[in-house]
């Protein structure tokens, strides 16, 4: 099975400020790595898929890069309503598909 | 537009049983794989349970293995999960969500529906 770690647990990161969130992977995935984004009480929200490519309606402000063990998921400029829990998950090596514990985007 | 909507969630002894449904629309449901995800409180996200488009392969995470059963209806453009021998530690929202084939991705999910197994 290959897992996901994620890093930092919790990033604190001010409006406007650019935030880089880290997934590594214990075996290469190639590039079948997702992002999604989780608010309170909603479902995970798809963000990046094939490592960098943006799902629809995604603003720009949100990239991917990555591929093999290392990714990065990485948005510009934070607005509001960013502010929210980031999942990656592998799908290269599958089942069981698996997610990253998460990363916490907060207010500084 | 994709709706998932999954009902069936609820309060559930140890021990107990529980069928999990999910209506889907706005899709040709018949040709996604569909996958089943849980998220204990607080926790992340852990993924249960697969089954492709014409229901005809099925998998699932090795701590469940037994106890779920996944199946569909594409009449009914419907899903399930069965959920047998419930512990404590099954307690979670439990999303279906729409992969985008064999060894993907999930572009659109439900609402959730909680689970809760006390007693």
């Known amino acids: 099975e290959i897992v996901t770690t994620q890093s930092p647990a919790t990033l604190s990161v001010s409006p406007g400020e650019r935030a880089t969130l880290s997934c590594r992977a214990s075996?290469?995935?190639?590039?079948?790595l997702a992002w999604y984004q989780q608010k309170p009480g909603q479902p995970p929200r798809l963000l990046i898929y094939?490592?960098?490519t943006r799902a629809t309606g995604i603003p720009a402000r949100f990239s991917g890069s990555g591929s093999g063990t290392e990714f990065t998921l990485t948005i510009s400029s934070l607005q509001s309503e960013d502010f929210a829990v980031y999942y990656c998950?592998?799908?290269?090596?599958?089942?069981?598909?698996?997610f990253g514990q998460g990363t916490k985007v907060e207010i500084k | 537009e994709v709706q998932l909507v999954e009902s069936g969630g609820g309060l559930v002894q140890p021990g107990g049983s529980l069928r999990l449904s999910c209506a889907a629309s706005?899709?040709?449901?018949?040709?996604?794989?569909m996958n089943w995800v849980r998220q204990a409180p607080g926790k992340g996200l852990e993924w249960l349970s697969y089954?492709?488009?014409?229901?005809?392969?099925?998998y699932y995470a090795d701590s469940v293995k037994g106890r779920l059963t996944i199946s569909r209806d594409n009449a009914k453009n419907s899903m399930y999960l069965q959920m047998n021998s419930l512990r404590a530690e099954d307690t979670a929202v439990y999303y279906c969500?729409?992969?985008?084939?064999?060894?993907?991705?999930?572009?659109?999910w439900g609402q959730g529906t909680l689970v809760i197994v006390s007693s």
């Open positions: 969500a729409r992969y985008r084939g064999s060894g993907s991705y999930g572009d659109y």
């Open positions: 706005g899709f040709t449901f018949n040709t996604y794989s």
């Open positions: 094939g490592a960098s």
């Open positions: 089954i492709a488009s014409d229901g005809s392969i099925t």
């Open positions: 998950q592998q799908y290269d090596n599958w089942p069981p598909y698996t």
């Open positions: 075996q290469s995935v190639s590039s079948n």
